[in-house]
């Protein structure tokens, strides 16, 4: 139990399209969920927290209105990079919290997207 | 503001080998440390939490309030254990739920 799901895994896109990031709870459902970037060989840098039926708090440095976080049901938030440049090239992953956990921390990881902007 | 820090990016050691991979946190308030281990291929999953007090896979941490720290031992190494390990902060208040991560260590287990 506990499956996030992301798709795609992979993507290339090229400069200045936009690309959407979907996170899927598959068998629980998801009040939270979050998104984070992960640099090469580097940690995970939190982006946003998103909360089904409301807006998304971004972290500090992260501009809003370039990735776009919608939370429409709670087992599905997406990400959508707009505008996208080589440098938003990068691994995205999400982590969705289930509904009525244990923790507060209790979140379950996604494979993570491999986002390429040429 | 809250970090977490993993000093070693690469460890290795031989099969049988104690190992300790070191983290250290700053946080003024009380803490929730966590360590996440990412293997080969696969998605990050919490391998222990300091609330729990357990060992899994043969893997412990305490943690020092007084040196900020939570270090995860292990007596004996496995190849198995070989995979990137990152210790986390939770913070609480108006940052319920949200982790901060360190930089992750890299740990490669040899025969």
């Known amino acids: 139990g506990a499956v996030v799901s992301q798709h795609p895994s992979r993507v290339i896109c090229k400069s200045g399209t936009s690309v959407k990031i979907e996170c899927r709870s598959l068998?629980?459902?998801?009040?939270?969920m979050f998104w984070y970037r992960q640099f090469p060989k580097k940690s995970l840098m939190l982006m946003a927290t998103?909360?089904?039926?409301?807006?998304?708090?971004?972290e500090q440095g992260v501009e809003k209105d370039k990735f776009l976080i919608n939370h429409a049901s709670l087992t599905l938030s997406t990400l959508t990079v707009t505008s996208a440049h080589p440098e938003d090239s990068s691994f995205y992953i999400c982590?969705?919290?289930?509904?009525?956990?244990?923790?507060?921390?209790?979140?379950?990881f996604g494979p993570g997207t491999r986002l390429t902007v040429t | 503001a809250q970090r977490v820090t993993q000093p070693e990016k690469l460890l290795s050691v031989f099969k049988g080998a104690p190992v300790e991979l070191k983290c250290n946190y700053s946080y003024s308030g009380s803490p929730e440390l966590f360590w996440y281990v990412q293997y080969s291929r696969q998605r990050l999953q919490l391998l222990l939490r300091?609330?729990s007090r357990e060992s899994i896979k043969g893997f412990t941490a305490d943690l020092n309030k007084g040196e900020t720290s939570f270090h995860l031992k292990k007596p004996f190494a496995q190849e198995e254990d070989s995979a990137m390990y990152y210790c986390?902060?939770?913070?609480?208040?108006?940052?319920?739920?949200?982790?901060?991560f360190g930089q992750g260590t890299i740990l490669t287990v040899h025969p």
């Open positions: 986390a902060l939770g913070t609480g208040g108006t940052s319920y739920g949200k982790l901060t």
């Open positions: 068998d629980f459902q998801a009040t939270t």
């Open positions: 982590s969705a919290r289930p509904r009525g956990g244990g923790s507060s921390y209790e979140q379950y």
């Open positions: 998103s909360n089904e039926g409301s807006k998304a708090t971004y």
């Open positions: 300091h609330i």
